[in-house]
T-cell receptor, first 115, second 112 residues
Framework: GAGVSQSPSNKVTEKGKDVELRCDPISGHTALYWYRQRLGQGLEFLIYFQGNSAPDKSGLPSDRFSAERTGESVSTLTIQRTQQEDSAVYLC?????????????FGSGTRLTVV | GQNIDQPTEMTATEGAIVQINCTYQTSGFNGLFWYQQHAGEAPTFLSYNVLDGLEEKGRFSSFLSRSKGYSYLLLKELQMKDSASYLCAVLAPGAGSYQLTFGKGTKLSVIP
């Protein structure tokens, strides 16, 4: 696609429910990244995919968080048993295998609110 | 480890010039990026420096000194629409490839 697409754009969920967030990267971008951004805060790295493998999962905050990627394309971030502290914007970005001078291209994010 | 520092907030007047500094200490270096992020929106690419010196692009310029671990973003002829957060990010070897490490961002407020 022309850009990085994320869905849903907004999600309100009850505490304790599971949520799935989706990211469609730019076609040909084999690297994909998930970040979390709490209100007024910086970007918090969650996980990085190269193809369908995740060489770096170091940022996942707990075992309630997991992510997968299939077909070197779509990625899904799943949060189980959501907590109010999970409320944030979840940003996805994609890039060429070596970001080089183009860097990352970000999607518009999913705003998650846990009530 | 990777450490990137930039001021948390800055305020400047419409029409003026503002310089946003960034210092970094990273394991490896393959380039430095600046991104702009308006409130409620995704970060967008502004500039990339890999060699020392100044890169100019319209009203925005970015400078890099690799020996000092230092960069700045210079915004000239400030406009109200420049009110945003500006993120400094360093590209360095990471697990499996190269990854960007982001600073916490500088929130710039442009006032009339």
């Amino acid at each position: 696609g022309a850009g990085v697409s994320q869905s849903p754009s907004n999600k309100v969920t009850e505490k304790g429910k599971d949520v799935e967030l989706r990211c469609d990267p730019i076609s040909g971008h084999t690297a994909l990244y998930w970040y979390r951004q709490r209100l007024g805060q910086g970007l918090e790295f969650l996980i990085y995919f190269q193809g369908n493998s995740a060489p770096d999962k170091s940022g996942l905050p707990s075992d309630r968080f997991s992510a997968e990627r299939t077909g070197e394309s779509v990625s899904t971030l799943t949060i189980q048993r959501t907590q109010q502290e999970d409320s944030a914007v979840y940003l996805c970005a994609s890039s060429l295998p070596n970001p080089g001078r183009e860097g990352y291209t970000f999607g518009s994010g999913t705003r998650l609110t846990v009530v | 480890g990777q450490n990137i520092d930039q001021p948390t907030e800055m305020t400047a007047t419409e029409g003026a010039i503002v310089q946003i500094n960034c210092t970094y200490q990273t394991s490896g270096f393959n380039g430095l990026f600046w991104y702009q992020q308006h409130a409620g929106e995704a970060p967008t690419f502004l500039s990339y420096n890999v060699l020392d010196g100044l890169e100019e692009k319209g009203r925005f310029s970015s400078f890099l000194s690799r020996s000092k671990g230092y960069s700045y973003l210079l915004l000239k002829e400030l406009q109200m629409k420049d009110s945003a957060s500006y993120l400094c990010a360093v590209l360095a070897p990471g697990a499996g490839s190269y990854q960007l490490t982001f600073g916490k961002g500088t929130k710039l407020s442009v006032i009339p």
